[in-house]
T-cell receptor
Framework: NAGVTQTPKFQVLKTGQSMTLQCAQDMNHNSMYWYRQDPGMGLRLIYYSASEGTTDKGEVPNGYNVSRLNKREFSLRLESAAPSQTSVYFC?????????????FGNGTRLTVT | QKEVEQNSGPLSVPEGAIASLNCTYSDRGSQSFFWYRQYSGKSPELIMFIYSNGDKEDGRFTAQLNKASQYVSLLIRDSQPSDSATYLCAVNGDGANNLFFGTGTRLTVIP
């Protein structure tokens, strides 16, 4: 039982390049989330999917797109990376829709944009 | 703007002592409150959640919630060096499909 799996673990991009962060959970959770964590800023929600087939913007969605591919998978795409997107990205899932269900986090992706 | 405030620390306590971590929040409609522990370079892991006013105990951890004063705290009894980590407070907003996180309090337990 792997929980929440994110790939890749590390990535270096040049400004303007694109990439997709992958996330999959095997806990049969309904809701999935993408957060970024920056020093002194805490965890901030980028996008979330309350259930399969739905996605919604969080606090900091600009420059990102998401796809809820199925109940297990939720991907985050950077179309044209910028240095301001250098961060640690966490995918999370929860059993039922927000707000009361605890989040279970993946191991994170460290992204550097030069 | 929903805000969750934590003292960034560092908070240092000797081994075996009680560590007290505090968190205040701005949205009076918040219903769910979580404490996560995050070791350096790792992902957050859930320690406890609390929904009702009062205390909730789980082993060496006790979460305390006071909605009237809009604060939630975490007590760690018999602190161990392995408890050294950053502790994140997370709160949902009234009607919000999101958890808002504080910036975390860094705890160091001194052997």
């Amino acid at each position: 039982n792997a929980g929440v799996t994110q790939t890749p673990k590390f990535q270096v991009l040049k400004t303007g390049q694109s990439m997709t962060l992958q996330c999959a959970q095997d806990m049969n959770h309904n809701s999935m989330y993408w957060y970024r964590q920056d020093p002194g800023m805490g965890l901030r929600l980028i996008y979330y999917s309350a259930s399969e087939g739905t996605t919604d913007k969080g606090e900091v969605p600009n420059g990102y797109n998401v796809s809820r591919l199925n109940k297990r998978e939720f991907s985050l795409r950077l179309e044209s990376a910028a240095p301001s997107q250098t961060s640690v990205y966490f995918c999370a899932s929860s059993e039922w829709g927000p707000p009361g269900s605890p989040l279970h986090f993946g191991n994170g992706t460290r992204l550097t944009v030069t | 703007q929903k805000e969750v405030e934590q003292n960034s620390g560092p908070l240092s306590v000797p081994e075996g002592a009680i560590a007290s971590l505090n968190c205040t929040y701005s949205d009076r409609g918040s219903q769910s409150f979580f404490w996560y522990r995050q070791y350096s370079g790792k992902s957050p892991e859930l320690i406890m959640f609390i929904y009702s006013n009062g205390d909730k105990e789980d082993g060496r951890f006790t979460a305390q919630l006071n909605k009237a004063s809009q604060y939630v705290s975490l007590l760690i009894r018999d602190s161990q060096p392995s408890d050294s980590a950053t502790y994140l407070c997370a709160v949902n907003g009234d009607g919000a499909n999101n958890l808002f996180f504080g910036t975390g309090t860094r705890l160091t337990v001194i052997p």
